[in-house]
């Protein structure tokens, strides 16, 4: 990891209160991992004081995240302009682990949950370099809060949508979508699924996927205050005693956790 000063790209609202940034990080672009996060200080004086944490969603040269304005850090970080320079440490955490050798084709299945596209989009385009097939799942409470149809779409054209209220593809939470799925495609892969959203989204898939005897990661949106383990500020309880979000995780196998 390096902490760097990073010019802005682009900083683009995409749709109702979520924004899309680039920046110049080649380092961050070079070594990052689907998975991982950035912690960017969002303002240059002492107001917010702590560093937020957002999910590297795209790399080419640049790093690219997504991130919704929920409170001051992200209010002001939706203010800055291109060519202004940011404060980011990256990348942190340790990201998602692909598939290796599996008992036939391995399949991967990743369940996107409103702003819990921002990881998942980087690890479609990965997973599908290593011609692994590849479905998206993504979930939203209405039309207007799906996050990167275009971008998944991009990378596999087995994309399905469902939204709380019907409005856009099929009705209901995308756990049902999710089970319609795994009735109506092939059952010979070897599946590992992929997910981040809400934690009640994330539990449900987990349950579901234990039922199946599937591999299951999570990536887990915890509030961290360093990013390097030093706070305690995040802990995660699972089978093994405590664990921290941003240096153990923030991709824990579902098994492990006590939900």
């Known amino acids: 990891m390096k902490d760097i000063k990073a010019r802005i790209l682009l900083n683009r609202r995409i749709g109702l209160g979520y924004y899309k940034m680039s920046l110049d990080a080649p380092y961050i672009a070079r070594t990052a991992k689907p998975g991982q ?60 682990t692909l598939p290796r050798a599996m008992n036939g084709e391995p399949r991967a299945i990743i369940i996107a949950g409103g702003i819990g596209a921002a990881p998942l989009v980087y690890l479609a385009e990965e997973l599908t370099k290593k011609k692994i097939k590849t479905i998206v799942l993504i979930g939203a409470k209405t039309k207007n809060l799906i996050l990167c149809e275009k971008d998944f779409k991009k990378a596999t054209p087995e994309v399905y949508v469902s939204t709380d209220d019907g409005t856009y593809g099929s009705q209901g939470f995308v756990s049902k979508l999710f089970h319609k799925i795994l009735k109506t495609t092939e059952s010979k892969f070897e599946t590992i699924v992929y997910v981040c959203g809400p934690h009640e989204m994330l539990k449900c898939i987990a349950d579901i996927c234990q039922e199946r005897k599937f591999e299951c990661q999570v990536s887990l949106e915890e509030k961290m205050a360093c990013g390097i383990g030093a706070c305690l500020g995040c802990a995660v309880k699972t089978k093994s005693g405590n664990k921290l979000a941003c240096k153990d995780g923030p991709i824990f196998n579902a098994n492990e956790l006590l939900w």
Do not use: M, W
Request: glycine content about 10%; charged content about 30%.
């Open 37 to 96: 996060f950035a912690q960017i200080k969002c303002s240059d004086s002492f107001e917010p004081l702590l560093r937020r944490p957002f999910s590297i969603h795209r790399v080419n040269r640049n790093i690219e995240i997504l991130y919704e304005t929920v409170g001051r850090g992200t209010e002001i970080l939706s203010n800055k302009k291109e060519g202004d320079k940011i404060d980011v440490l990256g990348p942190l955490g340790n990201g998602f």
